[in-house]
């Protein structure tokens, strides 16, 4: 059924090139930087939302950087997307007041004992030492966080860990797990089904309302896995 | 106080939602019949904020412990207070000792139970809404139980009186009138043929719907996406397509980023007829915009 009522509706023209500037929804805009996956793609995005976080204006209400694109959301009571576009579009075009800010070092302390360390194991054809060797060894960037509370995507796994996700997802992983699926390893903040392979339990909360900012990674920061036993 | 004497399957305490976490993965939780949780709130003189039960699948039962003034909306139920029929959207007079029993919810997914002061448990990052997959709001973060006691707000605190009755725009929602939408970021994805196919399809709500999304049956949707399109930023609203699935729409506590193309957005002006929607009811779309 097509409907003939236009009213509110407030289409954007279309622009040419990156950062392409859309609706995503009513009170919405999303910034696209780029259509493939890169740190340096992702260091953009987040820039541009540090520099339209510090106008401090009200009616925005969040800013949310994710692998390639930005999303800002507003009041759609107190302002309108031809306005949130209008006072965003200088800020993300210009780069001179653009860049990357020093990231937070997050040390996570994993104890290796999760259920799927002797099944990746088998999969990539290391030892179960191995494998907890070359993941904990690593230093991870988060190129997103977002999906679930306090839920951030880390990247890049070494080469020879990455594997598909599970057949079958589990319907229930325990708080706490740290996982690897594709290129990603990642921490489930919360009791959650999910597909990704176990190797470990972090020993520290993922998402705690009584820190200023709930997740304890942020998109953007540097993160280790420390191996305690 | 109010207590909780026959729990109903699922019941959450939620207020207008949370807003500036979303960058934690925090979604914006809240009623998700909102147009029906501002009319309850205005109709008692509360904060338009002010919490209240949001109340799904079947029957129950609550008790007060004072008196005070109760209203429902949303959802129509069958619904008595110490034994006579109430309706909605009326303010109720409760005593001490009062019983409110819901025995059914004929139609509609939301019941909302309001009352004059709110209902006043903690605040949590700016919100009372439970959000049940992070334990949080709400009543320790979870469902309401048999022998829950939820402690009331201030009413005199409330900005104003009472009115006697409130003019709600009517709702009807046995109607089956359209859900109206506009293009969503990834429309372009979507050939004309797919759009004709999605506008004129009559699709069904599918029984794996909750409060972080509802699943819809009865048509599959192809798209031009490629499967590794990185995730992006959500919205209340979207409907997403996953390659030749079941579009599924991000509801109130659904995951604030995802890869799957997003081929229109429910109007807020619609959200909450749509939030009512239940297992098994029908849904068509209609795009209030030019296709291309």
């Known amino acids: 059924m097509r409907a003939n009522s236009g009213d509110g509706i407030i289409s954007l023209p279309p622009t040419e090139g990156f950062p392409m500037i859309t609706r995503l929804g009513e009170t919405a805009v999303l910034i696209t930087f780029s259509h493939t996956i890169s740190w340096d793609i992702g260091v953009r995005a987040r820039e541009a939302a540090r520099c339209i976080r510090s106008r401090g204006l009200d009616s925005i209400t969040d800013v949310v950087p994710a692998y390639t694109t930005l999303a800002v959301y507003f009041d759609g009571t107190r302002t309108s997307l031809t306005s949130v576009v209008n006072a965003i579009a200088p800020i993300i075009g210009d780069h001179r007041e653009q860049h990357e800010t020093p990231s937070a070092l997050i040390e996570i302390p994993v104890r290796y004992e999760g259920p799927d360390v002797a099944e990746v194991a088998r999969l990539t054809g290391l030892t179960p030492e191995e494998v907890i060797e070359r993941h904990s060894s690593r230093t991870y960037r988060a190129y997103a966080c977002g999906f679930a509370p306090g839920f951030a995507y880390l990247g890049d796994l070494d080469a020879s860990l990455v594997l598909p996700r599970r057949a079958t997802p589990r319907v229930r992983v325990p708080p706490g797990s740290v996982a690897i699926a594709g290129a990603q390893t990642a921490v489930y903040p919360l009791q959650t089904p999910g597909g990704w392979h176990l190797l470990g339990t972090a020993e520290v909360a993922m998402f705690d309302t009584n820190r200023e900012t709930p997740s304890l990674i942020r998109a953007g920061d540097t993160v280790r896995f420390i191996r305690i036993d | 106080m109010i207590v909780v004497t026959a729990a109903p399957p699922f019941a959450t ?15 914006v939780s809240g009623v998700a019949d909102r147009e029906s949780a501002l009319a309850l709130n205005a109709l008692l003189g509360n904060d338009p904020n002010a919490a209240m039960i949001e109340w799904a699948l079947a029957g129950g039962a609550l008790q007060f412990d004072r008196p005070c003034t109760v209203a429902i909306g949303g959802a129509d139920v069958a619904c008595t207070l110490d034994g006579r029929a109430v309706a909605p959207y009326t303010p109720l007079a409760a005593s001490a ?39 949080i709001g709400g009543l320790d973060g979870r469902r309401l139980k048999t022998g829950d006691v939820l402690p009331i707000g201030n009413a005199h605190a409330a900005s104003t009186q009472p009115a ?43 029984r794996a719907s909750d409060r972080t999304g509802y699943r819809l049956e009865g048509v599959e949707i192809q798209h031009s996406a490629s499967a590794a399109s990185p995730s992006e930023p959500t919205c209340l609203g979207a409907i997403q ?20 193309p997003k081929i229109a957005v429910i109007r807020a002006a619609h959200f909450s007829r749509f939030a009512q929607l239940a297992p098994g009811d029908r849904v068509r779309f209609a795009l209030d915009e030019p296709l291309n």
């Not at chain 2, 939620?14 to 500036?20: E, F, H």
């Not at chain 2, 139970?113 to 959000?131: C, E, F």
């Open chain 2, 13 to 27: 305490i939620q207020d207008l939602g949370r807003t500036g976490f979303r960058d934690s993965g925090v979604p």
């Open chain 2, 97 to 135: 000792g009062s019983q409110l029993v819901v025995s059914q919810i004929i139609r509609g997914r939301f019941l909302l139970v309001a009352i004059r002061g709110g209902i006043d448990v903690p605040v949590v990052l700016g919100s009372r809404s439970t959000l049940m997959s992070a334990s």
């Open chain 2, 164 to 206: 006697h009755s409130i003019e709600i725009r009517g709702r009807d929602l046995a109607s089956g009138d359209a859900i109206h939408v506009m293009r969503g970021p990834q429309a372009d994805m979507f050939d004309e043929r797919t759009w004709t196919t999605f506008l004129n399809a009559e699709l069904v709500v599918s």
């Open chain 2, 241 to 260: 397509v996953p390659n030749g699935g079941a579009p599924i729409v991000i509801m109130n506590d659904g995951p604030t980023i995802g890869g799957y």
